[in-house]
């Protein structure tokens, strides 16, 4: 069935660098793909969001690209910050039905 | 309001006990979802309701599982006999309904959720 996972499920990275996180989706009918970070202990919270007309979008510190061919999506921050620290899920909507399917997620720390 | 609500934010219960669990979402926003999430996990759908239209229940996981939405506002999921299995954290998310074509998601925006321990 349609499925929506992440390659890595911790990244490291030192403060100041840029991160990467990547997401793999199996649905090649999805249109829309969220990136939503989760605090401990709270409830995920809006990034950004790419439909799938687009290869790239940019928002503040925040970059997501969109590789239909290989049905890849990958989120990038620019500078990572302490308050960066958090699990990164990507989700799909499941064509057009508006019921998101979210991968497994990716925990990102943050080095001093 | 600012956001979505929930609550309780916390609630401890015993096997085989019933449970209310609570969502108000964001005025104006006519699509809502459950979601629940397991310790280290991602989120599993539940139910969404869109206005007027019937639930989609498709990922209500037994029958023991239940929710409603009175007045296209505030919705209730009702766990009946909880089992351990059920320890999660619930989450509730809200949006705008989508573009008429179907084929345009419209963002969803989450509650802090309701962690459910079944002792």
């Known amino acids: 069935g349609e499925s929506v996972g992440l390659h890595l499920p911790t990244l490291s990275v030192q403060e100041g660098d840029n991160s990467i996180i990547n997401c793999a989706y199996s649905?090649?009918?999805?249109?829309?793909f969220i990136w939503y970070k989760q605090e401990s202990g709270k409830g995920p919270q809006f990034i950004i969001d790419?439909?799938?007309?687009?290869d790239k979008r940019q928002g503040q510190r925040v970059t997501v690209l969109l590789n239909k061919t290989v049905k890849h999506l990958s989120l990038q921050i620019a500078a990572t910050q302490p308050g960066d620290s958090a699990v990164y899920f990507c989700?799909?909507?499941?064509?057009?039905?508006?019921?998101?399917?979210f991968g497994q997620g990716t925990r990102l720390t943050i080095n001093p | 309001g600012a956001g979505v609500s929930q609550s309780p934010s916390n609630k401890v219960t015993e096997k085989g006990k019933d449970v209310e669990l609570r969502c108000d979402p964001i005025?104006?926003?006519?699509?809502l979802y459950w979601y629940r999430q397991s310790l280290g996990q991602g989120l599993e759908f539940l139910i969404y309701?869109?206005?007027?239209?019937?639930?989609?229940k498709s990922g209500l996981p037994s029958d023991r599982f239940s929710a409603e939405r009175t007045g296209g506002s505030v919705s209730t999921l009702t766990i009946q006999r909880t089992q351990q299995e059920d320890s999660a954290v619930y989450l509730c998310?809200?949006?705008?309904?989508?573009?008429?074509?179907?084929?345009?998601?419209?963002?969803?925006?989450f509650g802090p959720g309701t962690r459910l321990l079944v002792l």
């Open positions: 989700a799909e909507d499941d064509q057009g039905a508006q019921k998101l399917v």
């Open positions: 998310a809200s949006s705008l309904p989508g573009h008429p074509s179907g084929h345009s998601q419209e963002t969803q925006y």
């Open positions: 005025s104006g926003h006519t699509a």
């Open positions: 649905n090649s009918a999805s249109d829309y």
């Open positions: 309701f869109q206005g007027n239209s019937a639930p989609d």
């Open positions: 790419i439909r799938s007309n687009m």
